[in-house]
């Protein structure tokens, strides 16, 4: 029973180990993914990642929130835009070399100072989008409290260093490998057996004609004899007068 139990355990643990690698690895390459859509880091990605999680926001919002953002920063190039507009509203000049992530806490530090009203919501929802709206708790930290939570992302080990990353979304490039091989071995596999089951195939299509002819006969045989017992039945009524046969 012991060993029994250690078999188990270990299987258990292999199992789990595999399912959270491949999890882990298949994150991280969404996040990589975001990342380089966004003009973000992988690292600054998961520094912000808990702290929007946290607010309701997934990843996908987050995205696209940045994405938003890094439009708004090169349409602010135009001093006569409407993203120049809001970013003067906010007492904010940018010089064009800030990263999205630093403009977002820039954003986060005047929008904190500003009280609940239209102008907040206005000012978030136009520079971040509709999520922007989402994100008051977020932005209501200021830059200090994203420092802040910067750091405890660290400590926490959600910020992975770069070679940690790279090892991960070199394992999911694995994962996705090993799905292609497997397609291609269900391929082969196929071939192998496609003879076989184009027989099996062929003969339960012969089987299925065969019981519809018969069916069809059948059908026919009972319609005719009907016939032959309802004309024998009036032949007896007519000629023997018995009422009770019809």
């Known amino acids: 029973d012991f060993v ?15 399912k959270a690698t491949e999890s882990a690895s298949r994150l991280t390459e969404s996040m990589h993914t975001l990342a380089n859509q966004t003009g973000l880091t992988l690292r600054e990605f998961q520094q912000l990642e808990p702290t929007f999680r946290r607010a309701g926001v997934p990843i996908e919002a987050m995205g696209t929130t940045f994405r938003i953002l890094s439009q708004r920063i090169h349409d602010a ?13 906010l007492g ?12 977002f806490t820039l954003i986060a530090d005047r929008i904190s100072r500003l009280p609940m009203g239209f102008e907040k919501t206005r000012l978030e929802s136009e520079l971040l989008g509709r999520s922007g709206m989402q994100l008051n ?3 209501n930290l200021g830059a200090d409290g994203l420092a802040r939570v910067a750091k405890e992302a660290l400590l926490s080990g959600n910020v992975l260093s770069d070679q940690t ?17 497997f397609d291609i071995f269900e391929k082969h596999v196929a071939v192998l057996f496609a003879p076989l089951v184009q027989g099996f195939n062929e003969s339960k299509i012969a089987a299925l004609g065969f019981a519809s ?10 319609r005719i ?17 018995l009422s009770t046969l019809a």
Do not use: C, H, M
């Open 77 to 89: 190039k135009d001093p006569a835009s409407d993203a120049a507009r809001n970013f003067r509203d």
């Open 165 to 181: 990353n790279k090892a991960l979304l070199d394992l999911n490039v694995s994962f996705k490998d090993l799905e292609t091989a």
């Open 213 to 222: 002819t018969l069916t069809d006969k059948v059908t026919i045989e009972t």
């Open 4 to 18: 029994k139990s250690v078999i188990s355990a270990t299987k258990e643990v292999v199992v789990f180990g595999f």
């Open 137 to 139: 708790d977020v932005l």
């Open 225 to 241: 004899f009907s016939q032959r017992l309802q004309g024998l039945l009036g032949y007896l009524k007519e000629t023997t007068g």
């Open 92 to 103: 904010i000049a940018l010089t064009g070399l800030e990263s999205p992530s630093q403009v």
